[in-house]
């Protein structure tokens, strides 16, 4: 079972010719309303992959929260953890011009409500080898609350991708994905030079099952964000994407499977 603790949104897109200026007014192409939210993205992926996924989270006591677990529901993910809240379900608000730039504004509204206490219950409800997977789209205090023992000993990650004072919690992942772009670009001798230049500088270095866990993790999620750029309309440098999402994957086959205790 893998359990997503985190964001719930309905995205409303507006497609138009340019990007608005400061002050200026233009009219819109289409637009469009879906579920969204990096948390009910990450779960909906799961489930359709063949994952058992339980969502945990929060949304609004408005016609959003309905809509904005339409497609969860659809993918049977068990919503019994989401909570609703008297703040407005989130939303994210995107603008996307003729050429696929896009600018996003997002409002929490019920993502900001999620709590430590949330976190803990997620933890309580989980049962030994199962997963948690997390992302920024909720308080910093929730996503650092849901740690999670991998091994024994216990090792521990954080959620590490846009908050500063959380990545340096474990600066291991984040060497770690300057040592696999590198690997890409066929500098594999730079990664264990890295290892060893920060192991002797912390006095300590992560059980290898860790540094394959990141190393893999960061592999596949560059290789399905390539292949991602495929899906744009238009599709944009579209001989770069298939090729380099291989490479990644290369990368991947090399780091040992991991098994979780």
Same mark, same amino acid.
């Given at each position: 079972?893998? #359990?997503?603790?985190?964001?719930?949104?309905?995205?409303?897109?507006?497609?138009? %010719?340019?990007?608005?200026?400061?002050?200026? #007014?233009?009219?819109?192409?289409?637009?469009?309303? %879906?579920?969204?939210?990096?948390?009910?993205?990450?779960? *909906?992926?799961?489930?359709?992959?063949?994952?058992?996924?339980?969502?945990?989270?929060? $949304?609004?006591?408005?016609?959003?929260?309905?809509?904005?677990?339409?497609?969860?529901? =659809?993918?049977? *993910?068990?919503?019994?953890?989401?909570?609703?809240?008297?703040?407005?379900?989130? %939303?994210?608000?995107?603008?996307?011009?003729?050429?696929?730039?896009?600018?996003? /504004? *997002?409002?929490?509204?019920?993502?900001?409500? /999620?709590?430590? =206490?949330?976190?803990?219950?997620?933890?309580?409800?989980?049962?030994?080898?199962?997963?948690? /997977?997390?992302?920024?789209?909720?308080?910093?205090?929730?996503?650092?609350?849901?740690?999670?023992?991998?091994? #024994?000993?216990?090792? @521990?990650? =954080?959620?590490?991708?846009?908050?500063?004072?959380?990545?340096?919690? =474990?600066?291991?992942?984040?060497?770690?994905?300057?040592?696999?772009?590198?690997?890409?670009?066929?500098?594999?001798? @730079?990664?264990?030079?890295?290892?060893?230049?920060?192991?002797?500088?912390?006095?300590?270095?992560?059980?290898?099952?860790?540094?394959?866990?990141?190393?893999?993790?960061?592999?596949?999620?560059?290789?399905?964000?390539? +292949?991602?750029? +495929?899906?744009?309309?238009?599709?944009?440098?579209?001989?770069?994407?298939?090729?380099?999402?291989?490479?990644? +994957? #290369?990368?991947?086959?090399?780091?040992?499977?991991? $098994?979780?205790?």
């Amino acid at each position: 079972m893998i #359990t997503v603790f985190g964001s719930i949104n309905m995205d409303l897109v507006a497609i138009a %010719s340019k990007m608005p200026r400061p002050g200026e #007014t233009v009219v819109g192409l289409q637009s469009s309303a %879906s579920p969204g939210g990096k948390g009910a993205n990450q779960a *909906v992926a799961a489930r359709r992959a063949g994952a058992g996924v339980r969502m945990a989270g929060a $949304i609004g006591q408005d016609p959003f929260g309905a809509e904005a677990l339409a497609l969860l529901k =659809d993918a049977s *993910v068990d919503l019994s953890p989401v909570r609703a809240v008297k703040q407005p379900t989130g %939303s994210a608000h995107v603008v996307v011009d003729a050429g696929g730039e896009n600018a996003i /504004v *997002v409002v929490p509204g019920a993502n900001g409500q /999620v709590e430590e =206490d949330d976190a803990r219950s997620v933890l309580e409800g989980m049962n030994a080898g199962e997963m948690v /997977v997390l992302q920024m789209e909720i308080p910093p205090c929730a996503v650092e609350a849901a740690r999670v023992c991998l091994v #024994t000993p216990p090792q @521990i990650i =954080d959620c590490l991708e846009f908050n500063r004072s959380m990545r340096i919690i =474990d600066p291991y992942d984040e060497i770690g994905y300057v040592a696999l772009e590198c690997e890409v670009l066929g500098a594999d001798w @730079i990664r264990p030079l890295l290892l060893s230049a920060l192991e002797r500088e912390l006095g300590d270095r992560p059980d290898d099952p860790l540094l394959a866990l990141y190393g893999r993790f960061r592999a596949l999620l560059r290789a399905r964000l390539c +292949l991602v750029h +495929l899906l744009e309309h238009p599709v944009r440098e579209s001989k770069k994407w298939r090729p380099l999402a291989l490479a990644y +994957l #290369t990368q991947a086959r090399r780091h040992p499977s991991v $098994i979780a205790a």
